[in-house]
């Protein structure tokens, strides 16, 4: 773990470093371990009557430079008793998955969890994170999503009420020692060789696939014996060929043994500068049918040009996008039912969960493929409302749109082979 | 196609007759328009003319420039351009407390410093000990990225941070500035310097202790208001 000095108390010390050094006339970040040149910034301090370096990359965890000595702790193992409450019993599926990451621990095997949307993956790891408590063994479950991290925080900690676990995203302090996390991918940074068991939620989203160097934050964190879990209901390509296809686990049924809604195709031109009837009925059914809708767009602007219109005739109606000051507090609000209709960029695509949802693509030939499926992913995952609609209004059909459709399709044909769906 | 100083991503500057003769643009469009979110519209509202506060309803005298003419030589004029809100206030945080010192090239591009003929520039001091743990100063780094000829005449004690403070509070603490170096300021048109404007107590402590110098004439320019 990476330490102030200031705030050392009874700590075992591994290493005492600057936060960047030099390696082959190149700086190596310790936090990060970027050596791109693009990621220094280097200035003169005066008041040193020095040349200071700093790593941009990780400025958000901490500023690391060539003058500041940090502390780098031993890490340590605490047993607990690692024990959960599930209000409901997993179903076959589940189990089979369950058993198959226990087995992955023990073994220090690594895996990819290829689980369809909706099929109980928060759930299927808690009986090896239990195990892994009882060995003592270091726990991270990460996620590049912020909203994946806080939703399966709560989930977590609702089940393993007796731990002491640590969420950390943006701004938030750790309280405990670091032996259960719950965390952003990028916090990871600031642990080194301390876990043993590592879940990796949601692979393949945005910032994961992008950079690099988060791969590598997963790979430090980790210590020489480790069991990796990658949980995604899109995994892509790089990642299924690069693992064995005995190392891939793929689950295609929902734990409530319904099928996987297959998205519609619809032709519609949208036009952001007037109120187009189709849209306003579709709304008003939705409304009198008391169902929520999620609107996906693929353009901010396009969004909020939307929204000014049709907000005057519908009053429950809201937006949210990543760079929303208020962006917490919408999906909150969203959740607690506040809003029926709301418009939305890829954000909630992942890791959103609420009854009685509809969702609708608009433009949705500008979609990847994972994208779509996770969009369509959104509907019908409680158990008292498993079915909806998913409909992709689109300006000609693509590729990736009719691939998304036959993941799906194929995907809930493979559930009905197991019988894991009753249909 | 060049990177965003802000945000380092790629952007199109397009290049045409009506660009040839501008500089070449530093900032993206999404970047541009946070900017421009926070640029104080002085026409559209209500605002004293003398520090920009806006005023209230049933506000004819701007009370704040009141209260600080009870204490201090009231200065001429306060230029800024910008609220301290949105993107001003993250990069404001990251600069000062995160230490991204390459912040700094962001304000540099984006601040402009008001034209009037003035004979000394004076950025508003840090304590020493604070520059020493920051290894930079804030206010002295972004006037030397926009290339300004600045004179640094004052220095300043630690005192409590001012965010902490209340309004009152501070105007009661004893003034922590003094001048360091001898300069012949009298009859001069002088600048002065700060980050973020807020109840001016700062800056007029700052005039106070100057104006023993006979100075003519001071306007206060901040990054943020």
Known sequence: MINDQSKLTDEAIENVTTGIIKQNKQWVCQQCHTSRPEHFYSYYAPMLNKKVVYCRNCISLGRMDNINQIVITKSKRNISQGIYQLSFQLSEQQLFASTAILNALKHFDSKVLYAVTGAGKTEMIFEAISYARQQGYNVAIVSPRVDVVIEVGLRIQDAFKQEQIDILYQGQPQRYNGHFVVATVHQLYRFKCHFDFVIVDEVDAFPLTMDPTLMDAIKHASKQRYCHIFMTATPPKALLQKMKPEHIITLSARFHRHPLPVPQFKYFKLKPHTMQCRISNLFKQQIDKRRYTLVFFDNIKLMKSCYSIYKTQFEHLAYVYSEDTLRFEKVNDLRLGKYQIVFTTTILERGFTMAHLDVIVFRSQNFESSALVQIAGRVGRKREAPNGRVLFLHEGITIKMLKARRDIMHMNRLAMEKGWIDA | ?225
């Not at chain 2, 328009?33 to 701007?62: D, F, G, M, Y």
């Not at chain 2, 009152?168 to 170096?181: C, H, T, Y």
């Open chain 2, 1 to 225: 196609m060049p990177n965003c100083i802000q945000c380092h991503k790629l952007f199109i500057d397009p290049f045409n007759a009506l660009t040839f003769y501008r500089r070449p643009a530093q900032l993206c469009e999404q970047c541009t328009n946070q900017w421009e979110e926070i640029t104080l519209k002085l026409t559209l509202q209500q605002r004293c003319s003398k520090c920009l506060k806006l005023l209230e309803k049933a506000e004819s005298v701007c009370l704040d420039c009141a209260f600080l003419s009870q204490q201090y030589p009231l200065m001429h004029q306060l230029y800024c351009d910008f609220k301290y809100d949105g993107i001003m206030k993250q990069l404001m945080h990251q600069y000062k407390f995160m230490k991204d010192v390459a912040i700094s090239d962001v304000f540099a591009t984006r601040l402009r410093l008001p034209r009037g003929p003035y004979d000394v520039i004076i950025p508003i001091p840090s304590p020493y000990e604070r520059d020493l743990e920051r290894t930079f100063n804030p206010v002295e780094v972004v006037l030397q990225k926009m290339k300004v000829n600045y004179e640094q005449l004052l220095v300043t004690r630690v005192r409590p941070k001012q965010s902490l403070l209340g309004k009152q509070l501070r105007a009661r603490l004893d003034n922590p500035f003094e001048i360091s170096k001898s300069a012949d300021l009298e009859n001069k048109y002088v600048l002065l310097v700060d980050d973020i404007y807020t109840t001016g107590i700062t800056v007029h402590q700052a005039i106070a202790k100057l104006s023993v110098r006979k100075i003519r004439k001071f306007d206060v320019f901040t990054f943020a208001r």
